[in-house]
T-cell receptor
């Protein structure tokens, strides 16, 4: 039961260009969404989040967009840097339940 | 910057043995979690813990698993009799609160290998 889906296992982008990572969800009860970045042999690192009452949240080079009607969110990284190369996980949470439901991740490679 | 720490970084054990994975959450956090990631698969929730009791658990968290906060700083995950399929990365996480907009902060993980 994939409640959170990241359909692109990998993405390759040139340094300086925009990276767009996509995430779809099926559960309309989700009200909070997060993006985590993960390097090999490390734990997921929180990147940016968005509440379901918003449609955009921006933090520096990172912007998350939420389209509730389409049950879709995306993470934009601009400009992309080689240090952004990592696996990016989309996660969602429902109401007061604490557990995060993760997608399978998208491996981003930013080429110099 | 405060961080979640986990020990050991890698644990190798034989099938049927008990293992204890240890975590030190961020000191002012009140909610604690264990997740696991089997190689090549997604990160999966196991259990959440608050006020010295389990607040939520997944179907993965069966009777072979238990959690404990033995003192004011440590948070442990015990697997009573390990199986081959328990081999995974185990991540501990903590958060300040449960409701509202908050983030869970993850530790670096313990790689458990069951042979």
């Amino acid at each position: 039961d994939q409640q959170v889906k990241q359909n692109s296992p990998s993405l390759s982008v040139q340094e300086g260009r925009i990276s767009i990572l996509n995430c779809d969800y099926t559960n309309s009860m989700f009200d909070y969404f997060l993006w985590y970045k993960k390097y090999p042999a490390e734990g997921p690192t929180f990147l940016i989040s968005i509440s379901s009452i918003k449609d955009k949240n921006e933090d520096g080079r990172f912007t998350v967009f939420l389209n509730k009607s389409a049950k879709h969110l995306s993470l934009h990284i601009v400009p992309s840097q080689p240090g952004d190369s990592a696996v990016y996980f989309c996660a969602a949470r429902r109401g007061s339940q604490g557990n995060l439901i993760f997608g399978k991740g998208t491996k981003l490679s930013v080429k110099p | 910057e405060p961080e979640v720490t986990q020990t050991p970084s890698h644990q190798v054990t034989q099938m049927g043995q008990e293992v204890i994975l240890r975590c030190v959450p961020i000191s002012n956090h009140l909610y604690f979690y264990w997740y696991r990631q089997i190689l090549g698969q997604k990160v999966e929730f196991l259990v959440s813990f608050y006020n010295n009791e389990i607040s939520e658990k997944s179907e993965i968290f069966d009777d072979q698993f238990s959690v404990e906060r033995p003192d004011g700083s440590n948070f442990t995950l015990k697997i009573r009799s390990t199986k081959l399929e328990d081999s995974a990365m185990y991540f501990c996480a903590s958060s300040e609160r449960l409701a509202g907009n908050y983030e869970q902060y993850f530790g670096p993980g313990t790689r458990l290998t069951v042979t």
